[in-house]
């Protein structure tokens, strides 16, 4: 068992960051090469890192923002090998329970920690090998099957560790069930293997991790959940001929539900450079018009597209 204060289910809310505790070295870095916009953001996330789903209104509004300049490659972390960790407070699965509601407290976003007690994962490389079965089929489907994994774990308590589960949100995101699943079993385990392997290369430490770069041997990082401008500041760093797409001018409260069908207030708030409050009390509104349901979890609301 690791003897490291570090856990990596213990996220500091402070820093937004969800730290290993095998803290990985640079070796032979590489120039990330580019596909076609002129700059590459490396994300190395993970299912179940709660301070990733803290960063979703941030990451949301970059992509609106200023999607045409960068492209995302979305890299799994394993954040939960097993239960051999015992350390930072957290030795058993309920152990995380409590944790998990202060983050939600914290970043502003929903989260039900009771899966820890009710139903509780014993990895998240499952749901990272299956997020990589995913990306061989289509990665535009696979962003929405990672969003729907979380939604699942954070709001309705399930255990995305089973493949009951997962073929359940696959076949949400339109996914082929099937293939995914001989993906699952075959090629998707070695790539998280190359993941994992690439993490240690860059000196991945923890999750949300951001690795900007303009294919050239600069490589600026942003650890952690940080306040929407340091995602921003970063882009412009790299690549400062970006110009910003202002989607606050759109007066259709509903307009991001046919981008992102669901949405949390914090979300809807830091898209639309709005507070809580008045995100919450035009979320309300439309749901009261019937326009949107409601996924109501005690520490908070899920507004969905009708």
């Not at 204060?5 to 120039?31: H, Y």
């Not at 941030?58 to 799994?76: A, C």
């Not at 409260?253 to 981008?259: E, G, K, S, T, W």
Request: hydrophobic letters at 35%; one cysteine or more.
């Amino acid at each position: 068992m690791s003897q490291d204060k570090t856990n990596p289910l213990m996220c500091d809310p402070e820093t937004g960051f969800c730290e290993m505790p095998i803290v990985a070295t640079e070796s032979g870095r590489n120039k990330i090469k580019l596909d076609k916009k002129p700059v590459k953001i490396i994300y190395y996330t993970d299912p179940i890192c709660s301070s990733c789903w803290g960063i979703e209104p941030q990451l949301r509004k970059l992509k609106l923002e200023y999607g045409d300049y960068f492209e995302i490659d979305y890299r799994m972390g394993g954040l939960l090998p097993d239960w051999s960790y015992n350390s930072g407070g957290i030795s058993k699965p309920s152990d995380v329970a409590h944790h998990w509601e202060e983050a939600s407290l914290y970043y502003e976003m929903p989260i039900d920690g009771d899966v820890w007690l009710e139903d509780p994962l014993n990895s998240s490389y499952p749901s990272c090998i299956a997020m990589k079965a995913a990306q061989m089929q289509d990665k535009e489907k696979a962003i929405v099957f990672m969003r729907i994994l979380r939604e699942k774990l954070y709001l309705d308590k399930k255990n995305i560790a089973k493949w009951e589960i997962i073929a359940e949100v696959a076949k949400e995101s339109k996914l082929d069930v099937e293939r995914l699943k001989l993906d699952y079993e075959g090629n998707a385990q070695q790539l998280f293997k190359d993941d994992l392997s690439y993490a240690k290369t860059l000196g991945i430490r923890g999750f949300p991790t951001m690795l900007f770069s303009d294919g050239s041997e600069k490589l600026l990082n942003v650890y952690g959940s940080k306040p929407y401008q340091f995602y921003e500041n970063t882009l412009l760093e790299l690549y400062p001929e970006a110009k910003k797409n202002n989607i606050t001018n759109n007066t259709n409260p509903m307009f991001l539900f046919d981008i992102y069908p669901s949405l949390a207030v914090k979300e809807y708030a830091v898209i639309l450079d709005k507070t809580t409050t008045q995100a919450k009390s035009i979320l309300e509104q439309l749901a009261t018009e019937g326009k949107l349901e409601k996924k109501t979890i005690k520490t908070g609301v899920l507004y969905i597209k009708k």
